[in-house]
C-alpha cells in the first residue's frame, strides 16, 4: 500500500500543475453537487416550516363560494359552516376515521395596552388546538377547559404582538418589516414575560394575558387566541363558525384520503344545499396530503438537483480520464521497462487506477469541503434573511446543508467516478507491450 | 542444458509478410558466455525478444531449464522475465524519477519483496558493482558506465537464470565498454552466470567465449572463442 503510495506521489510531483488544474475541475463538480443539494435542502426546509410543526392527520375546513347551481338556487352563493357541521363531522357517519374535531370563530379586534395597541385577529379556540397545530408556549399557558368552560376573558398573544405593546410602539402588524431582515429573532429588547397576567382591553372588555406564544417567521402574527365560548359569547354570530379542524386516522393513502374527502365532501355540501362534487363550496385543506405532496415534490427537486451535480461533476472525470491518459502516453517507456523486469499487467493497471482514483478523491474531498463552508456561509447569510411575499414573512432558506448520507454518496460516487476515470488509460498502460515501448526511445 | 531452441519460427504480419527467423536451433549450456552477432536485420532482435520472453514465436519450441515456454499469458510471461531473465539494455532503461537504490529494487518490489529486505539486498548489489556511494542519485545525474553498472545491479538482483544483453555497450565510449564487458565477463567467470550478449559489434563478441553468427534468419557458424582471438583489430580492444 505504501509502494503504491509512493509510487502515485512521485508520478503527481512530476506534474503538479497540470495535477492541479484537473483537480480543480472535480472540485468544483462536488462544490457544485454540495452546494446544489444543500440549498435545495434549504429551500425544502424552508417550505416544510410550519408544515413540520403541525400534526400531520388533520384536516381543516373552511366555507367557500358555490361553483355552479344547485337545487334551484344560483352559483357564487356564499357557504357558511355552522355548529351543526361539526356535530356532522364528528357524528355517525364519519366515526370511522375523524377522531377529535373542533370550531373556531374569530373577529378582527384592536388590542390596547396602555397607550399602545395593534390590531389583529382574535381566533376563538379549544385547548386540543394547542397539540393539532402544535403551537409553542414560550411563558404562561394556553387556553384551557375552565376558560371554556367559564367562557373567561383571557388571551393568549404572541411575542411580536407584546413587544408591540410594551414599546415597539404603535405598529400596525399589518404593515411589515423591511423586505429584508436580517438577525435572528433572539435578540429581543423587552422583556416579553413581564405582560403576563397583566390586563388589556379589546374592545369594551379587559382580558387577562395568560399566555405567550412563540413567534417565528413563518406564523401569521396577525393572529391570537382566546377561549371559543368567550368569543362566541361576546362577538356572538349565531351557529355561524369560522372553521372546522379534525384529526382523522386510518387513511394511509392519496387515494383513502381522496375518496374520504369526497364524501365528506358531498355531506357537507348537500347540508347547505350545494352540489355534492362543488369542491369550492367548502374548502378542505388536508395536511396527511399536502405532505405526501411537499415529500414527493422534495424526492423530485433532490434528484434533479443530483442529476445536475452528477453532470457537472461528469465534466471533471473527462478531465481526469483524459490527463490520466496523456499520464500514460508520456509513461508508456516506462511501463514498457516495468513489464520487461517482471510487472504483471495487472500492477500496471492498479498503479494508473489509484492514481485516478487519488487525484480524484482528494480534489473531491476539497470540493466538498469548500461546498459545506459555502452551505454554512449561506446559512449565516441568506438563511438568516427573510421574504415578504403576499404580507407573509418566509424564509428563504432554512437549515441549508447536507447530512452524513450525501457526504458519504458523494464519497462513493468520488470513488467510482476515479475508476471510471481511470479505467480506459489503466487499460491502456497495462497493454503497453515491452519491445515496442523500449524501441520507443 | 539451460537454453534450448528447436526450430523455432516467427513471421512478422504488417502488410507484407515477412519470416524473421526461418527455424533457429540454439542450445545455450548453464555458465557460458555467448555473443549472438548479426548485422541489423539479421533477426538477432527478434530472437533476444522471443529468448528474453518479450514476444512470440510461431512454431518450434523454447525451453529455459527445461521449461517450455509457449503461449503464456502476460501475467506468466512477466514472471517468469521477473525471475528466470535479466535484462541489459543499450540505452540502461532506467526510471528517471527513481534513484539508483529503487531502481535496482523494483524487480523485487514485483517479486513482493518487502520494502526492508529489498532495499539492503539492492544496496549490497550496488556495493557491489561499487556504487554504493550512489545510491540516493538519479540517473541523470551518473555517467553512461555508471548508468549501465546500476543496470547491471538490476539484473543481477533476482538471481536470474539468464542475462540478456542487449548491445550493453552502445551507448558508451570504447573505455567504458570495455570496463562493462570486462565486469560481464567477470561476473560469468567467477560466479559463473548465464550471460548472453547481442551485438553488431565485432569486438564485444570477441569478450565472449561462443559466438553465433545470425544472418537472414538462420544461424550461420558458431564460433568457439575461448581464446578470445576472432576480433580481427587484436586481443583486448574493442573497436570503436
Given at each position: 500500500m505504501r509502494d503504491i503510495f509512493t509510487e502515485i506521489w512521485e508520478s503527481i510531483r512530476r506534474n503538479k500543475m497540470r495535477t492541479c488544474l484537473t483537480g480543480f475541475a472535480v472540485s468544483w463538480g462536488i462544490f457544485m453537487l454540495i452546494v446544489l443539494l444543500g440549498a435545495g435542502n434549504g429551500l425544502m426546509n424552508a417550505f416544510m416550516v410550519g408544515g413540520e410543526d403541525i400534526a400531520t392527520n388533520t384536516m381543516q375546513i373552511g366555507g367557500g363560494r358555490t361553483s355552479k347551481p344547485y337545487d334551484g338556487l344560483k352559483e357564487g352563493r356564499r357557504i357558511r359552516l355552522d355548529d351543526r357541521d361539526v356535530e356532522l363531522t364528528g357524528g355517525e357517519l364519519f366515526s370511522d376515521h375523524v377522531d377529535q374535531v373542533i370550531s373556531t370563530v374569530s373577529t378582527s379586534v384592536t388590542v390596547n395596552y396602555g397607550k399602545k395597541h395593534f390590531s389583529g385577529l382574535m381566533e376563538g379556540n379549544f385547548p386540543a388546538r394547542q397539540e393539532m397545530e402544535k403551537i409553542e408556549v414560550r411563558y404562561g399557558r394556553f387556553i384551557n377547559e375552565k376558560d371554556i368552560r367559564d367562557s373567561r376573558k383571557v388571551v393568549v398573544l404572541s411575542e411580536n404582538q407584546v413587544e408591540n405593546l410594551l414599546g415597539g410602539g404603535t405598529r400596525d402588524t399589518g404593515a411589515r418589516f423591511a423586505t429584508l431582515s436580517f438577525g435572528s429573532e433572539s435578540g429581543r429588547k423587552t422583556d416579553v414575560a413581564s405582560l403576563l397576567g397583566e390586563y388589556v382591553r379589546i374592545g369594551t372588555f379587559s382580558y387577562r394575558v395568560v399566555g405567550i406564544t412563540k413567534s417565528d417567521r413563518?406564523?401569521?402574527?396577525n393572529l391570537f387566541f382566546a377561549p371559543y365560548t368567550t368569543v362566541k359569547t361576546i362577538y356572538?354570530?349565531?351557529?355561524?363558525?369560522d372553521d372546522i379542524t379534525f384529526t382523522f386516522h386510518g387513511l394511509d393513502s392519496e387515494a383513502e384520503n381522496e375518496a374520504f374527502e369526497e364524501q365528506y365532501r358531498a355531506a357537507v355540501n348537500l347540508r347547505h344545499r350545494a352540489a355534492p362534487d362543488d369542491n369550492r363550496a367548502i374548502w378542505i385543506w388536508n395536511r396527511f396530503t399536502q405532505n405526501l405532496q411537499m415529500n414527493k415534490g422534495r424526492n423530485i427537486l433532490s434528484t434533479a438537483l443530483w442529476i445536475i451535480g452528477l453532470f457537472t461533476l461528469l465534466g471533471g472525470i473527462v478531465g481526469v480520464s483524459n490527463i490520466m491518459l496523456i499520464t500514460v502516453k508520456e509513461r508508456t517507456h516506462e511501463f514498457g521497462i516495468r513489464k520487461a523486469i517482471g510487472a504483471s499487467p495487472w500492477s500496471i493497471m492498479k498503479l494508473i487506477l489509484a492514481e485516478s482514483v487519488t487525484i480524484t478523491a482528494f480534489f473531491g474531498y476539497v470540493g466538498m469541503l469548500l461546498g459545506m463552508i459555502a452551505c454554512l456561509v449561506l446559512d449565516k447569510t441568506v438563511g438568516q434573511s427573510t421574504m415578504s411575499v403576499m404580507d407573509e414573512q418566509i424564509a428563504m432558506l432554512v437549515d441549508p446543508g447536507v447530512d452524513l448520507g450525501v457526504a458519504l454518496g458523494a464519497t462513493v460516487v468520488l470513488i467510482v467516478a476515479g475508476t471510471l476515470a481511470g479505467i480506459f488509460p489503466a487499460r491502456r498502460a497495462s497493454r503497453v507491450r515491452p519491445i515496442e515501448a523500449l524501441r520507443a526511445e | 542444458m539451460l537454453i534450448e531452441l528447436k526450430d523455432v519460427n516467427k513471421t512478422y504480419n504488417n502488410g507484407q509478410p515477412l519470416h524473421v527467423l526461418k527455424g533457429i536451433d540454439l542450445s545455450i549450456d548453464r555458465g557460458e558466455f555467448v555473443s549472438i552477432m548479426g548485422a541489423s536485420g539479421s533477426g538477432k532482435s527478434t530472437l533476444l525478444n522471443i529468448l528474453g520472453i518479450l514476444d512470440n514465436y510461431d512454431t518450434g519450441e523454447y525451453y529455459i531449464d527445461g521449461r517450455l515456454i509457449k503461449g503464456l499469458s502476460e501475467r506468466q510471461a512477466a514472471d517468469y522475465r521477473n525471475r528466470l531473465i535479466g535484462f541489459i539494455f543499450q540505452s540502461f532503461n532506467l526510471i528517471g524519477f527513481k534513484t539508483a537504490v529503487e531502481n535496482v529494487e523494483l524487480p523485487l518490489f514485483y517479486q513482493g519483496v518487502g520494502r526492508a529486505k529489498r532495499h539492503q539486498m539492492a544496496m549490497e548489489y550496488l556495493d557491489r558493482l561499487g556504487l554504493a556511494a550512489w545510491a540516493?542519485?538519479?540517473?541523470?545525474?551518473?555517467?553512461g558506465g555508471q548508468k549501465q553498472r546500476v543496470a547491471i545491479a538490476r539484473a543481477l538482483i533476482t538471481q536470474p537464470k539468464i542475462i540478456l544483453a542487449d548491445e550493453p555497450t552502445g551507448a558508451l565510449d570504447s573505455k567504458t565498454s570495455e570496463e562493462v564487458m570486462q565486469l560481464l565477463s567477470q561476473l560469468n567467470r567467477e560466479e559463473g552466470v548465464t550471460i548472453i550478449v547481442v551485438t553488431h559489434e565485432s569486438g564485444v563478441a570477441n569478450c565472449t567465449d561462443k559466438i553465433v553468427h545470425i544472418k537472414d534468419g538462420v544461424i550461420g557458424e558458431i564460433e568457439d572463442n575461448r581464446e578470445h582471438r576472432a576480433s580481427q583489430f587484436g586481443v583486448n580492444t574493442i573497436m570503436k
Open positions: 413563518m406564523s401569521d402574527d356572538g354570530k349565531g351557529q355561524e363558525i | 540516493k542519485h538519479y540517473p541523470n545525474e551518473m555517467s
